[in-house]
């Protein structure tokens, strides 16, 4: 596996955004740490408190899992924590030794002074915010997803100190609510919701009523129908200053993903060619890139 | 989009109390009232910004003619032209002249109007937005419009609003708008 | 403060500024004619010289000001952010609104007197995110995200020792504020990026046989027949297929009243309540403000909560309404 260099890009499995059984996730983990080419990957639940007492007991073996797998792995915390359970989970995680990521400003007080991942849902948009944090103690910083690379070039620009990572596979995390959709479409209420976004291992498409791809509901969270795959020229992110690809866990074959990401950036396979293959693969949506370019999130990838 | 008679439009009687204009003489006069306006309260049209280069065209459905209107400044120009559309235009408002004159002077919501179809729009939306804003900041008066002042601008101000409102409310069927339900 | 419910109020224009004011707004809230604010449509808001002048019309009739900066500087570009902040000091506002970490640093730096108020774009919901924003910033009041209940904000004001500031009429954001791209997902503009929400200029009306479809962007966010009135297609308020249904998937076209809850916030040790609105005419927001000033000096008098909600039922404008998130049931 290539070493991550000064000018190397990295690849770095986000956190799994959907609700997967526990067996699926330990077996999905388990042949990551064997086989995806990613230096860094993210455990923990992010989007819905009510889920952690499912995944809970199976996080510690998937860790051990990958670490063994040679793996460096980060705790995300929750993006929108309201609980007081919800609220000492992230301070205990925030204690631990592993590297965190932050998904919202609650854990700050409780991880201020050492290294922290921020994570796409705080609002990194300029570089005094960045700054602020970096003084915090920030030591990657993936910004919100839907800042161009352009946009995230000049941010890393101001600031050589801190990696940069861009979110740069998967259905795009675009908002959250204190309401579950899930729970909704079933006329539940979200505190008996019966977990009904197990059923959808990628989230359940939301069409237009012209049926036109539109969104996907993930209880809490909404995110794009479409896929959104940033595959530009390595040369060309190394200059930006972004140092790591971030690739979100589907359904669909994650360590081809990672492959096809790894091919790309050491240069074996060029933007069109990594394209193609990413769209031969089992995707919930069509592949777009719009925000990377600085325009609509749902704009279809161009040739490159 | 067509507007039925329900919501405002004139009643026969009073829409032969208009005159049936020509046009001839209405363009100028508003062009001239309009640019004056400009000279004596330019920040009413700095806030439509690039919007104020856009052709408006207002359509009474109830008169018979229509205006398109350049709220460009002192560079203003305001055309009387026929109903048949054949003018190329950024935006089309439709309506009932009362209903027209009702958000000019502040006293009806247009966004209220506009999600009622009592008022139809089309073209550029964010030019539709950008009038509907800078007119309600304006506060404009018949007067402004028409270029009176002192005495005569009271007067035409007392007349022409006293009798839109008596003549709106009895189109709309609807009470006064002072207890709260325009 | 005697501790009474202070009335916070919208204002798009220097006009409507001046009306609710007079309707008996405590404190009117409004931003700069750019992408500063949240609340950035064509033909809204101020120039630095409308909103000195404003401040100067509030604090005669002893109402105060809120400047609301509250969208994420560019980057690369932030100067226009400190710009704004530093005119609004200035102009002598009693309040800088903020959400970006960039603007709350440079008005603690530089404007260490001027108040600062924590936006709901900031979406801290949290005693450890909001004593975060105030032991690093001096933040002395939250504007209260729109999910939270009123059990919630109790304990909430239990543990904090700022102000909250609570939504009580308006439009309803159903998505958690400052964290929402469903706008530049579909039409490349969005409330965190350009202060705008589903812009004006990327929005059509198609008529076709079935009737209209309000688009954005190309995407249809609802339908109507034909003579059905149309609504702007704000994109989560739209109608949308979801598994083998469709309609509402994320709101209902509702727009929040939480008259009913008033007494209820108070009890909650809330300091302030807010309409929304910047973009609502000054006739809608003079009898808005008028029925809330009504209802809260009932409050104030100790009137039951059953007559104060009767006292702005009339504001329903025909649409349906919702106490939103502050009775538990909405979620």
Redesign the interface.
């Known amino acids: 596996m290539a070493q991550t260099g000064l000018t190397r890009i990295g690849l770095t499995l986000g956190p799994l955004f959907f609700h997967w059984p526990a067996d699926r996730l330990r077996n999905f983990y388990n042949r990551i740490a064997d086989e995806a080419p990613v230096e860094r990957v993210h455990v923990g639940e992010v989007v819905c408190g009510k889920r952690m007492p499912f995944s809970d007991p199976a996080w510690p073996e998937i860790i051990e899992r990958l670490e063994r797998g040679g793996k460096e792995v980060v705790l995300s915390t929750l993006?929108?924590?309201?609980t007081v359970r919800e609220?000492r989970a992230?301070?205990e995680l925030c204690a631990d030794g592993c590297l965190v990521e932050i998904n919202?400003?609650?854990?700050?007080?409780?991880r201020s002074g050492r290294p922290f991942v921020a994570g796409p849902?705080l609002?990194v948009?300029?570089?005094?915010?960045a700054h602020?944090?970096m003084r915090h103690g920030a030591a990657t910083i993936c910004p919100?997803?839907?800042?161009s690379l352009q946009?995230?070039g000049?941010?890393a620009a101001?600031c050589p100190e801190t990696e940069f990572e861009v979110f740069a596979f998967g259905r795009?995390p675009?908002?959250?609510?204190?309401?579950?959709?899930h729970?909704?479409?079933h006329g539940l209420?979200?505190?008996s919701c019966q977990f009904t976004c197990e059923q959808d291992p990628d989230g359940?498409?939301?069409?237009?009523?012209?049926?036109?791809p539109?969104?996907a509901?993930n209880g809490v969270q909404?995110l794009?129908a479409q896929v959104h795959a940033v595959l530009a020229d390595p040369a060309d992110l190394v200059a930006l200053g972004i140092r790591r690809l971030r690739l979100s866990p589907h359904g669909c074959d994650m360590v081809e993903v990672a492959r096809t990401y790894r091919t790309l950036i050491e240069g074996r396979q060029d933007a069109e060619g990594a394209r193609f293959l990413l769209s031969c693969l089992d995707l919930p949506g069509t592949l777009v890139d719009?925000?990377a370019r600085g325009?609509?999130?749902?704009r279809a990838a161009l040739p490159a | 989009m067509v507007t039925g008679n329900e919501g405002g439009s004139l009643p026969v009687f009073a829409q032969r109390l208009l005159p049936p204009f020509a046009g001839l003489p209405l363009g100028p006069l508003l062009t001239q009232s309009l640019r004056s306006l400009a000279r004596r309260r330019p920040g009413l049209f700095e806030r439509l910004g690039e919007h104020g280069t856009a052709r408006y065209l207002i359509d009474p459905t109830d008169l018979p003619f229509a205006f398109c209107v350049v709220p460009d400044g002192t560079a203003s120009r305001v055309r009387v032209t026929g109903k048949g559309g054949a003018e190329p235009c950024d935006v089309v408002i439709r309506g009932p002249i009362l209903m027209l004159l009702g958000i000019l002077d502040g006293t009806l919501d247009g966004d209220a109007l506009f999600f009622h179809r009592t008022i139809s729009v089309s073209g550029r939306t964010e030019a539709v937005v950008a009038l509907r804003n800078a007119i309600e900041d304006a506060e404009l008066r018949p007067s402004d419009l028409l270029g009176l002042r002192g005495t005569l601008a009271r007067f035409a101000d007392a007349g022409i609003l006293g009798g839109l409102s008596a003549v709106r409310h009895l189109a709309a069927g609807a009470p006064a708008r002072e207890d709260g339900r325009a | 403060m005697s501790g009474s419910l202070e009335l916070v109020c919208p204002a798009g224009t220097p006009a409507t500024l001046r009306a609710a004011v007079q309707a008996g707004a405590d404190a009117v809230y409004c931003g700069f004619r750019d992408e500063t604010n949240a609340r950035n449509f064509p033909g809204l808001n101020f120039s630095p010289r409308e909103m000195a002048e404003g401040i100067r019309f509030a604090h005669g009739q002893g109402a105060r000001v809120l400047v609301a900066i509250n969208t994420f500087a560019r980057a690369g570009d932030t100067d226009p952010w400190r710009r704004a902040a530093d005119t609004a000091a200035e102009c002598g506002a009693d309040a800088v609104i903020a959400a970006d970490i960039a603007v709350l640093d440079h008005m603690a730096c530089q404007h260490p007197r001027t108040r600062l108020h924590l936006s709901v774009q900031a979406a801290a919901a949290t005693p450890e995110a909001i004593g975060f924003y105030a032991k690093a910033f001096g933040v002395r009041r939250v504007v209260l995200p729109r999910v939270l209940s009123v059990q919630e904000i109790a304990a909430l004001n239990r543990a904090i020792d700022v102000e909250t500031e609570a939504f009580v009429f308006g439009g309803l954001c159903v998505m958690i504020e400052g964290r929402c791209s469903l706008s530049s997902y579909a039409a490349g503009r969005s409330p965190n990026l350009n202060g705008v929400c589903s812009p004006p200029e990327m929005v059509g009306y198609d008529e076709d046989a079935g009737g209209t479809a309000a688009r954005l962007a190309g995407f249809t966010i609802d339908r109507y027949e034909p003579g059905e009135p149309v609504g702007y297609p704000t994109l989560c308020k739209g109608r949308f297929k979801a598994g083998d249904k469709a309609g509402y998937l994320f709101e209902d076209p509702v727009s929040l009243n939480a008259g009913s809850m008033i007494v209820a916030l108070k009890a909650a040790g809330v300091t302030a309540l807010k309409i929304e609105g910047r973009q609502r005419g000054k006739g809608y927001v003079t009898e808005v403000v008028r029925a809330f000033r009504r209802a809260v000096d009932a409050v104030e008098r100790g009137h039951d909560p059953a007559e104060i909600d009767g006292m702005l039922a009339a504001l329903s404008e025909g649409g349906r309404q919702t106490a939103g998130a502050y009775r538990k049931i909405w979620r």
């Open positions: 993006a929108a924590p309201a609220r992230i301070g919202d400003i609650t854990a700050l007080p409780a849902f609002n948009y300029n570089e005094a915010t602020f944090l919100p997803v839907e800042l946009t995230v000049t941010i101001a795009l675009l908002a959250l609510s204190g309401r579950c959709y729970a909704r479409l209420h979200k505190d359940l498409a939301v069409d237009t009523l012209d049926d036109q539109f969104l509901i909404t794009s719009g925000y325009e609509a999130g749902s």
